[in-house]
């Protein structure tokens, strides 16, 4: 069982691990072990996510998803299989975490009254600058 939080557990049934030889430093060894794991989730039809935190989920990263609704990580950070599992099953943590709060709505507001009479100051002082460059006149 892969806890999110209190309130949102994924099973292990729902996780689908393939592992791969990784690329990178690594001797001999790198090319007789399948240390890369490669995590496949299906967002869409998961059952531990409530319904406003998987919508929030599939719209916020629909570019990682396939078209199936699966969401595909891999991890080659480790040179163990192990380390990298739980690579995975961090990063998807992370991922999930990230949307369960729901975004507050902003209140658009308005200046307030000092922030408007500096304005207008500010406007005045370039005013009176500008009108000091000006040759004088000469009324006749």
Same mark, same amino acid.
């Given at each position: 069982? *892969?806890?999110?939080?209190e309130h949102i557990q994924i %099973? &292990?049934?729902?996780?689908n691990f393939s592992f791969a030889r990784s690329g990178g430093p690594g001797g001999q060894n790198v090319n007789k072990v399948n240390s890369k794991a490669v995590l496949h989730w299906n967002a869409t039809e998961s059952e531990a996510l409530p319904p406003?935190?998987?919508?929030?989920?599939? &719209?916020?990263? %629909?570019?990682? *998803?396939?078209?199936e609704?699966?969401?595909v990580l891999h991890s080659q950070?480790?040179? &163990?299989? $192990?380390?990298n599992i739980?690579?995975?099953r961090q990063r998807l943590i992370q991922l999930v *975490?990230?949307?369960?709060? %729901? =975004?507050?709505?902003?209140?658009?507001?308005? =200046?307030?009254?000092? $922030?408007?009479?500096r304005r207008l100051q500010g406007k005045k002082e370039n %005013?009176?600058?500008?009108?000091?460059?000006?040759? =004088?006149?000469? &009324?006749?």
């Open positions: 069982m *892969l806890e999110v939080n %099973a &292990d049934s729902e996780l406003a935190v998987k919508q929030r989920f599939l &719209d916020r990263y %629909a570019n990682r *998803l396939t078209k609704g699966i969401l950070r480790y040179r &163990d299989q $192990a380390g739980e690579d995975c *975490l990230e949307v369960v709060k %729901a =975004p507050v709505k902003r209140r658009p507001t308005k =200046p307030g009254k000092g $922030a408007k009479q %005013a009176q600058k500008k009108q000091q460059r000006q040759p =004088p006149r000469h &009324d006749d």
